[in-house]
């Protein structure tokens, strides 16, 4: 004799309609700050701030209009101890400041080391000129 096997319903739905991307401590709406100081030989200091969003664990922020000068679009993937890393590619604005103040419409490529915790967040740019990143949750 034959004995079938019981398998919960949810289990069943999960697995028809796929099982939905797991939530992170992290996920909502952070405000973002990107403060890069003046660098010695060019490029004058800035300030960015915009709103980056945290969806199962995915970062995405966007500064500016995309594909437009003095734009950059922020992902990455946060894990669920805070820490990741961010890509930041984007579009460069006025030349003064600019690493060497290339040209506007230059392209951005970069990435920032990050740390998360419960409430705000920081971060550090990799290579190029200095930028700190701070995070704070709305």
């Known amino acids: 004799m034959r004995v079938a096997k019981l398998i919960p319903v949810t289990t069943l739905i999960a697995v028809m309609i796929g099982a939905p991307a797991c939530a992170s ?3 909502g709406t952070w405000s973002t700050t990107a403060e890069c100081p003046r660098e010695p ?8 701030r915009f709103l980056s969003t945290i969806r199962d664990g995915q970062l995405h922020g966007q500064y500016g209009t995309p594909g437009k000068p003095a734009s950059a679009t922020v992902e990455g993937l946060i894990e ?5 890393t961010l890509h930041v590619v984007g579009i460069a604005g006025d030349s003064k400041y600019n690493i060497n103040n290339v040209p506007r419409g230059s392209p951005i490529d970069y990435q920032v080391s990050v740390r998360f915790e419960a409430a705000r967040g920081s971060g550090e740019r990799l290579s190029g000129r200095t930028c700190h990143y701070t995070f704070l949750r709305q």
Do not use: A, H, I, L
């Open 25 to 27: 401590p992290f996920d």
């Open 41 to 48: 030989g060019g490029g004058e200091g800035y300030t960015w």
């Open 80 to 84: 669920n101890n805070g820490s990741g």
